[in-house]
């Protein structure tokens, strides 16, 4: 993103408006216009979706512009971070999808502060005015409507992403969760979540956890593949406790397995993996809690294997629990067999804590009805 602007660069005339910049004069949320004329709220949220549909930038409130460049300050005073928060809200409320790197910060100037609306890169594209239903794009210093033609090519990146990982994750269940495909079989080490529950009794038979991730980056062609050799790769938390050994080349990528789990991590940058006896029970009840806290932990430690090696979003991502009438533990006549969505999900990012909580509602709703 371009270098967010100070009262000295905007003083100095050094940034002026265009592609990453444009300057308000003021945005006064609760102002109407006569005769049917788009309200100022709208037209604060064209800009932003205009910023989010191209390659971000910075939407200056209170600056008075000539010819593009500054001319004076028409400073706020208040409260900074309720009126911060105000348009944060606005942001959130009103445009689709949800954009979630979008930040507000004040600017000191003198009488007061300006805001600047930090839009930086979203790759979730199209963005859309909900209050309109309006595409906008930035196009040089002013807004353009997305033609129809691109607003399907946008849509049509993720209708891909989700077949393609559909296409993945069912050659996956098909051809490498045997284990006479697991090309190295190795214990988990044990470390700070604590130890692995290791079970005593038929290993092949329970239900499990499965899980299939495809990164944007999947399709750049510019992006170096995967080698563990060759970047900085932080650990990641194994489900149960415990942490994934270092990960060994198999076939198409590399791996890291046990009896009980395996991630695989493809070179070029998806991600398949599956835990077998995923719950832990209290008072011989599925425990929810520990579910939704170890599913969390993991999740979190793929995220942040994947940042480190700056791979993001959006990703598409599968989650789903099979031979769940195999759980001795748990008999409930006419229970499902399997859980998880048919069709992935498509986040912004792994750390979004709803693609969790979704899940987990899912699975509670199976196991408890």
Sequence with gaps: MTEAPTRDTIESRRIA??????????????KKYPGGAKSAKERFIDDVVAFLNGEGGHL?????????????????????????????????STIVPLPTKVNIVPIDVPGGFVLDVQVPPHWRKPYQNAMSGAFYVRAGARNRVLTVPEIREHFADFERMETDLTRLFDVFRRDLLAEDNLSSVKLLSPGPMGSLSFRSDNEDAGPRLLFGILPRQHYDRSRPRYDPSKLSQPAVAAFNGGWYPRLRGCGGGFEAASTHERLFVA??????????????????????????????????????????????????????????????EWPRPGMANEVGDSRPSVMESLADPRLIDDFVAQVRSVLYG
């Design 60 to 92: 200056i409130i209170g600056v008075e512009e000539a010819d593009g460049v500054w001319d004076k300050f028409v400073p706020m005073s208040g409260d900074r971070e309720k009126i911060c928060n105000r348009y944060l809200q606005v942001i959130q």
């Design 267 to 328: 070179t070029d940058w998806h991600i398949l993996g599956w835990v077998k006896h995923p719950f832990d029970f209290t008072r011989e009840r599925p425990d929810m809690a520990a579910f939704r806290e170890n599913l969390g932990r993991f999740i979190a430690s793929i995220s942040d294997f994947l940042l480190e090696a700056r791979v993001v979003g959006p990703f598409a991502i599968t989650l789903a629990i099979e031979n769940l009438d195999e759980m001795e």
């Design 17 to 30: 408006e265009g592609t990453f910049y444009d300057f308000k004069r003021e945005v006064d949320l609760d």
